[in-house]
């Protein structure tokens, strides 16, 4: 079967910020990365590159860092309230340490990882820019399985909102 749109896809893979440099991520066949095609789950260039393999075909591609999680944005780092970190009447110094990457939430309740840069008397300085931006990515891997998604899958891919027939009746599945 060929990958294509709404293909449940397992692969493997060895992901580097650098041609021949260090690995960074890896899904070996034991646990494996496994995403529904065409429902926005994985980065676009990413499903671009594994559009028409097949199970069992190796690949290989380069993701320039514009098409992956883009270049750091300085409005990305700031200083928030030392307040907001305070549990029980306390600043929180336990999860709240330079270098350490805490779960917060904006305004709207998306959830965002934010690395704790400094900590000063009055606030704490952090970096919403994913951990990737300004990295190339480069990616190796095989297929190991592509099959059609059930409609729970694709239901559930589309957060709920698929019709589940998906035969033209969910805008998402088109």
Known sequence: ??????????????????????????????????????????????????????????????????????????????????????????????????GEVVPMQDASGNRLPGLVLEIADETVKMDFNHPMADDDLYFEGEVIEVRDATAEELSAAHGGGCSGDCGGGCSSCD
Do not use: H, W
């Open 1 to 98: 079967m060929t990958i294509s749109k709404n293909k449940m896809v397992s692969v493997t893979y060895i992901l580097r910020t650098e041609e021949n440099g260090e690995i960074v991520e890896q899904a070996v066949k034991e646990t494996p990365l496994t995403f529904i095609c065409g429902t926005g789950q994985m980065l676009e260039k990413f499903e671009e590159n594994l559009l028409n393999l097949n199970q069992g075909d190796n690949f290989k591609f380069k993701i320039e860092c514009e098409e992956a999680y883009g270049q750091s944005r300085e409005d990305a780092v700031v200083d928030l309230p030392k307040d907001i970190f305070v549990v029980e009447g306390k600043f929180d110094d336990e999860i709240i340490k330079v």
